[in-house]
């Protein structure tokens, strides 16, 4: 962990890198690094009185608790407190994070004060969202305006306030259940991997390190008290010593080739990667940035920005890495160098050959022009031919038998998926797919709460149906004292009854879960038609990762279905399971069909909101036992009682004979029809989204 260890330290020598993420499989100590962070960061000083926890020597002018008053001679009111560690739940609402009106205050006095929310306790300290790749949306978008911005703004409810936000994000996500948005993902400075050792006496280390501490803690934290002790003066060491550390023009230069060199997008990376190595610098207790502070810089502000696509794997090639580091390293220069080439290059090249003579291969030896049109690509032309004018012959010959697996037919580059939305039905889970009433999104009416329901309570609408039996409800309910004049007064506030009680309606949008049932037998392996599948597969993909859809992915092949995938937010390992499934052996069409139906009834018990979608890509050419596609046809029907969308992908070669199996299973399961041979990529979609508003 001591990438980790390394980016966290740097984050709080430095504010301005902009956080870490932390990326790692379940059990890696992720979030236990991240909350012992606190106990080394120093101290702050705060105004006491400011609830916003402003710098008295730097007051901010937009504080909703200033402007802050001088306190004698001794300047500002201050006092010291430890550094705030504010944990953001992923299942947070939006008031809870940007703070809101004080209902409290609002119903009892009448009057309009804002309460902060956690956006403002974590100005000047840390915002930990664990889990952070399952944040919802409309808390992204939050996040967003306010790591840009450095403040929140509120303006709801009738409440309007600006408040600074400074803070450094850290963040911690499991890849396997999901990847974050990129706009978020951008704005996270450094990134880190964190693995667990296989190794069996780093594994025998650990377990022993957590059994002493459960045996006792205080005894084990205080062999420790010393080394923290150290880590946190050397940070504050360093946070002196930044300002003086120099960032040579040669080392902004070499900081610019690298992040040109990684094909990067936009500025932000270059300067992240700046700041860090000053950072490193002042670490490591230097007053100049060398080249081994931009390496290590480098390795932790890149690796999320160098991804091209959404499916790239993160990541950072240390070859690479210190090639680009060679390359934008100015060399010594040597006088004893002829800048005119000297005489053994006399034709300026770099082996002596000329322009003409570039190949380093003598001329008779240079290859044909048009490869292409070599015997061997017209043998392989006519085989395919030969091959074609057999199945038109005999269409049986081309149902598969034994066929031999374990080929892996490769996708093409994924097409741009149209982006449609469509009108849905009913309540969803939060998504960007469909419309749908749910519980985030924004306010587009109310209704009555129907006993003790539980929700989010829409203010002025509650207030409104409170309103009218004010008079009646303060005569009868409500004591008052006499007046000196012996008149009757009345009481401040709002009497609300739960008959009052509204609650807001929400409007955003659902996802959909996307389950992929796919035919990987022998037939599927021919005529490139699996690779044209697939191609069509990781569109489709790139739009569910887009919309945060979940997927899944089940296959048949040989005598068995396989759940290659169980349903998952991490549509780039279903883009990897995809791009390695082998195609050969028989085809157990209605075993196929009887996974993906059990796949299905699992996650509708587990997540019964989300609805689903099931995408069949076969021929329909069912070979697996006796009566094979009646079993498969059986299946259907069961499917289709429970009310499965789904869409039936017909895979049939296009040339000869068609059975037209794959057609009447759809019309078995009821189901969307689609011709491989019609379908881009966007048709696929649209049958999709279409499909999962039915």
């Given at each position: 962990m001591e990438e980790l260890q390394l980016a966290l330290i740097l984050a709080a020598v430095s504010p301005a890198i902009g956080g870490v993420l932390i990326r790692g499989e379940k059990g890696t100590a992720k979030s236990?690094?991240?909350?012992?962070l606190t106990e080394i960061l120093p101290a702050i000083e705060v105004i006491p009185s400011c609830r916003f926890s402003c710098d008295p020597n730097h007051p901010s002018s937009d504080c909703p608790d200033g402007p802050h008053e001088i306190a004698g001679e001794n300047g500002r009111e201050r006092s010291l407190r430890s550094a705030r560690l504010v944990e953001l739940p992923v299942g947070a609402t939006e008031d809870r994070v940007l703070g809101s009106l004080h209902l409290e205050r609002a119903l009892s006095e009448g009057v309009t004060a804002y309460e902060p929310g956690l956006l403002a306790a974590a100005h000047r300290g840390l915002l930990y969202v664990d889990e952070v790749n399952l944040l919802h949306d409309?808390?992204?978008?939050?996040?967003?305006?306010?790591?840009?911005?450095g403040r929140a703004t509120v303006e709801r409810d009738g409440v309007s306030v600006t408040h600074p936000a400074r803070f450094v994000l850290v963040g911690t996500m499991n890849p396997e259940e999901g990847e974050l948005r990129p706009q978020l993902l951008d704005r996270f400075g450094l990134t880190v991997d964190v693995v667990a050792s296989r190794d069996p006496a780093v594994r025998v280390e650990v377990m022993r390190a957590r059994l002493s501490y459960e045996a006792g803690p205080a005894a084990y934290v205080a062999k420790f008290a010393d080394a923290q002790r150290e880590l946190a003066e050397r940070i504050v060491k360093a946070q002196s010593l930044l300002p003086e550390v120099i960032l040579t023009d040669a080392a902004l230069r070499q900081i610019a080739e690298i992040c040109a060199s990684f094909d990067v997008d936009g500025m932000r990376a270059d300067l992240v990667t700046a700041r860090t190595a000053v950072a490193h610098a002042a670490w490591s207790g230097r007053t100049v940035v060398e080249v081994e502070d931009v390496r290590a810089a480098a390795k932790l502000a890149l690796p999320h920005r160098k991804r091209r696509n959404p499916f790239d794997a993160p990541g950072l090639d240390d070859e690479q890495l210190d090639q680009a580091i060679k390359d934008s390293t100015p060399p010594e220069p040597d006088p004893d160098d002829d800048p005119d080439g000297g005489p053994d290059n006399p034709g300026g090249g770099p082996d002596g050959g000329g322009p003409d003579n570039s190949d380093g291969g003598e001329e008779g030896d240079a290859p044909p022009e048009h490869d292409d049109a070599s015997p061997q690509h017209d043998a392989s032309s006519d085989q395919e031919a030969s091959s074609d004018q057999t199945a038109r012959e005999?269409?049986?010959?081309?149902?598969p038998g034994p066929a031999p697996t374990g080929q892996v037919a490769a996708s093409s580059e994924p097409y741009k998926a149209r982006l449609l939305s469509v009108q849905a039905a009913g309540a969803g889970v939060a998504g960007r797919r469909s419309r749908a009433i749910t519980e985030v999104g924004r306010v587009v009416g109310d209704r009555a709460r129907v006993g003790r329901e539980p929700g989010r309570p829409h203010l002025l609408a509650t207030i409104r149906a409170a309103a009218p039996h004010q008079h009646t409800r303060r005569t009868a309910d409500t004591p008052t004292k006499p007046t000196p004049s012996g008149a009757r007064s009345w009481r401040p506030g709002l009497v609300v009854r739960g008959s009052d009680i509204r609650l807001a309606v929400r409007e955003g949008r659902e996802g959909n879960l996307v389950l992929f049932c796919v035919d990987a037998s022998g037939s599927m392996g021919t005529?490139?038609?699996?690779g044209?599948?697939?191609?069509?597969i990781v569109s489709l993909l790139l739009d569910a990762y887009q919309r945060r859809d979940k997927v899944g992915l089940v296959t048949f092949a040989g005598a068995t279905a396989t759940v290659a995938l169980p349903p998952t937010g991490s549509v780039e390992t279903a883009v990897r399971r995809l791009e390695s499934l082998p195609t050969g052996g028989r085809t157990p069409l209605a075993e196929g069909l009887l996974q993906a139906a059990d796949v299905l009834r699992i996650a509708a018990i587990r997540d019964p909101r989300r609805r689903p979608l099931l995408?069949?890509?076969t021929d329909g050419r069912?070979?697996?036992g006796e009566s094979a596609f009646d079993k498969a046809k059986q299946a259907a029907g069961w499917l289709a009682m429970q009310g499965i969308a789904s869409v039936v992908v017909d895979c049939e070669p296009r040339r000869g004979v068609r059975l037209g199996l794959a057609a009447e299973l759809a019309g078995v399961l009821g189901a969307e029809y689609l011709d491989l041979g019609e379908v881009a990529a966007g048709n696929?979609?649209?049958a999709v989204t279409t499909r999962s508003a039915a």
């Open positions: 236990t690094a991240v909350r012992a409309h808390l992204v978008d939050v996040l967003l305006d306010a790591a840009a911005m005999n269409p049986e010959s081309a149902l005529k490139r038609r699996m044209e599948v697939k191609t069509a995408v069949l890509v069912a070979t697996h696929l979609v649209r």
